[in-house]
């Protein structure tokens, strides 16, 4: 059974610095794209960043790009989501997911989905 587990989550004021993790079970991991995506109370779940199973290409939304860097460690089984000068608008239920096609922005496309952690970025 494929399971994904995130951990890191907490309370941080804003311009501080999260890492969040990801551990798979289950699955091949290397053959697995891996994502995050966020949902804030009141809102749909948005793309955060994905990468390939390769680790070469990674992507980012918009709104995150310079400031969240995504990477893995195959060996250990384990996507990273390092989160640097956090705003108030971060804070969301932060969710790890896992799809063996590419990776894409669309949650409804992914095939595996951790329970979330909490990040709670105070102004």
Do not use: H
Not at 58 to 69: H, I, P, W
């Amino acid at each position: 059974q494929v399971q994904l587990e995130e951990s890191g989550g907490g309370l941080v004021q804003a311009g501080g610095a999260l890492r969040l993790s990801c551990a798979a079970s289950g699955l091949t991991f290397s053959n697995y794209a891996m994502g995050w995506f966020r949902q804030a109370p009141g809102k749909e779940r948005e793309f955060v960043a994905a990468i390939k199973w390769s680790g070469g290409s990674t992507y980012y939304a918009d709104s995150v790009k310079g400031r969240f860097t995504i990477s893995r460690d195959n060996a250990k089984n384990t996507v990273y989501l390092q989160m640097n000068s956090l705003k108030p608008e971060d804070t969301a239920v932060y969710y790890c997911a896992a799809d063996q096609g590419p990776p894409t922005k669309v949650p409804r496309l992914w095939d595996y989905w951790g329970k979330g952690t909490l990040v709670t970025v105070s102004s």
